[in-house]
């Protein structure tokens, strides 16, 4: 079956960097487009950041625009989030996300696939 691995969080200062990795299994990944998304506490999860199959289209949320890069290996099956300048408010738990089609990309309903999210936590 499909499985999605996410790695790489951890506890950050103020204006640190992580790079998160996704781990594809059990599909066709070059067929898919990515995103990544985040959960903090009490708030609902919102768009981070998506990747179409073939990595020539890359959309960002305003809040991590400038500061974020997504990237994909197809060959490897993989799809990487490089965070720098992270904030305190970019603390949340980031999940990666797998979808057929890259339109309206910034809706979650419509990812089929999640994986089960990595920690990220930034301190001021």
């Known amino acids: 079956q499909v499985q999605l691995v996410e790695s790489g969080g951890g506890l950050v200062q103020a204006g640190g960097s992580l790079r998160l990795s996704c781990a594809a299994s059990g599909m066709t990944f070059s067929s898919y487009a990515m995103g990544w998304f985040r959960q903090a506490p009490g708030k609902e999860r919102e768009f981070v950041s998506a990747i179409s199959a073939s990595a020539l289209s890359t959309y960002f949320a305003d809040s991590v625009k400038g500061r974020f890069t997504i990237s994909r290996d197809n060959a490897k099956n993989m799809m990487y989030l490089q965070m720098n300048s992270l904030k305190p408010e970019d603390t949340a738990l980031y999940y990666c996300?797998?979808?057929?089609?890259?339109?309206?990309?910034?809706?979650?309903?419509?990812?089929?696939?999640w994986g089960q999210g990595t920690q990220v936590s930034v301190s001021s």
């Open positions: 996300a797998a979808r057929k089609t890259y339109s309206n990309i910034r809706n979650r309903n419509e990812y089929n696939y």
